[in-house]
């Protein structure tokens, strides 16, 4: 099969047609009213940490690397014996930070933090494909489906366009870049492997870019998920079709959908929060800090370490906050091991439903 090239950016023709113009309205609103919910958490590392884990399962998994929440949470506390696949999961979500701290510092996402975030993901520095062979294929076939472009310097210069294309300011609606740059990438497909998920960390870096969202919060992959088919013929038919208008439009309605879905999200932990907070000053009044209840909320599984590294108590008074909290249901303590961590149940389920 012949190799496909993809035409430079800016695409010649008219894409924002009526259908997709309507469409980013409603996914603009969506995502403006994420960006504005999420501001009442307290502590905005609280979010961060909990969908980016939440998001690197799910990217992964389109990967089919496939792990659960509690491998997910345990792995991400430094608990030994983690599976491959948490690992990989993990090396996602540190991949992501990674490129958001980049992006938030430099007000740019270049090419050279790309390949920074898939080496990062894959863990090799292996870079951007320099030798001819690689060919996406239909899983169930084997059949090939596409053949991105194979010469080192094709694959270079198209980067490089894209990297205008990304940083320089242009008419079209953000998110509708986003959906071309999503389909772009994929299409240059630069690297051996990890393109599908260095992508869609891109997607939520662009939106960070230009000012869409202040956070790392909106993330595609549960969407994509329930939507995998449509996600991969979708791609193929902008190439054999030119259906670029119906890709963005399922681009667009993941936004939308995945903003609606992640607002409940996080007014379901605020509320949490609140009860919480509520609880412990009214049962707890000795041990409650505003500082306590932000650590129980940081990640589903918490250790003595946090407390006393965090409030500056001693072991003996961290384990007993903990154990009061278990006595009130509020925290439940499994032992892994030598160690003893406290779940927080209620947020625990929260995020592997995600609402
Ligand atoms: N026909 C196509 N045209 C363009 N891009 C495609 C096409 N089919 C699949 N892709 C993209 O290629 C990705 C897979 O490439 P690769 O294996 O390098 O990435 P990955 O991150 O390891 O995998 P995955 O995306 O499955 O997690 C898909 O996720 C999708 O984004
Ligand atoms: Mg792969």
């Given at each position: 099969m012949t190799e496909f090239i993809p035409k430079n950016l800016?695409?010649?023709?008219?894409?924002?047609?009526i259908k997709v113009l309507k469409k980013t309205i409603s996914a603009n609103r969506a995502l403006a009213k994420l960006n504005g919910v999420?501001?009442?958490?307290?502590?905005?590392a609280i979010l961060i940490n909990s969908l980016v884990l939440q998001e690197a399962k799910d990217s992964s998994e389109i990967e089919n690397i496939i792990t659960t929440h509690d491998e997910l949470y345990r792995a991400s506390i430094d608990i030994s014996n983690i599976t491959n696949e948490a690992k990989e999961v993990q090396n996602y979500s540190f991949a992501l930070l990674k490129g958001f701290d980049l992006v938030k510092e430099n007000h740019l996402l270049l090419k050279k933090y790309i390949v920074k975030i898939q080496e990062e993901l894959e863990q090799n520095g292996a870079g951007v494909r320099c030798q001819s062979g690689t060919n996406l294929k239909n899983a169930q076939t084997g059949e090939v489906v596409f053949t991105p472009p194979q010469n080192y310097e094709t694959i270079q210069n198209l980067l490089d366009n894209l990297e205008k294309f990304i940083n320089e300011p242009n008419d079209n609606d953000p998110l509708v870049n986003m959906a071309i740059i999503h389909y772009q990438f994929e299409s240059i497909h630069p690297f051996y492997d990890g393109n599908g998920r260095t992508g869609r960390i891109i997607n939520i870096l662009y939106l960070i870019l230009k000012g869409l969202l202040d956070i790392p919060i909106l993330y595609l992959s549960r969407y994509i998920i329930k939507n995998k088919n449509d996600y991969y013929r979708l791609l193929q038919e902008v190439r054999t079709k030119d259906a670029l208008e119906e890709w963005i439009l399922y681009m667009l309605d993941g936004v939308e959908q995945t903003s609606i879905e992640t607002i409940n999200l996080v007014e379901g932990i605020n509320n949490l929060m609140e009860k919480t907070t509520d609880e412990v000053k009214e049962k707890l009044p000795k041990i409650y800090s505003k500082d306590l209840i932000e650590i129980l909320f940081m990640h589903p599984y918490t250790k003595i370490d946090f407390l006393v590294d965090k409030l500056g108590i001693t072991r003996q008074t961290a384990s007993k906050y903990l154990k009061e909290l278990e006595h009130l249901e509020i925290m439940k303590s499994i032992q892994i091991k030598n160690s003893k961590y406290f779940i927080n149940s209620q947020l625990f389920a929260m995020l592997q439903k995600g609402i």
């Open positions: 800016p695409i010649p023709q008219t894409i924002e047609t999420a501001k009442i958490i307290p502590n905005q």
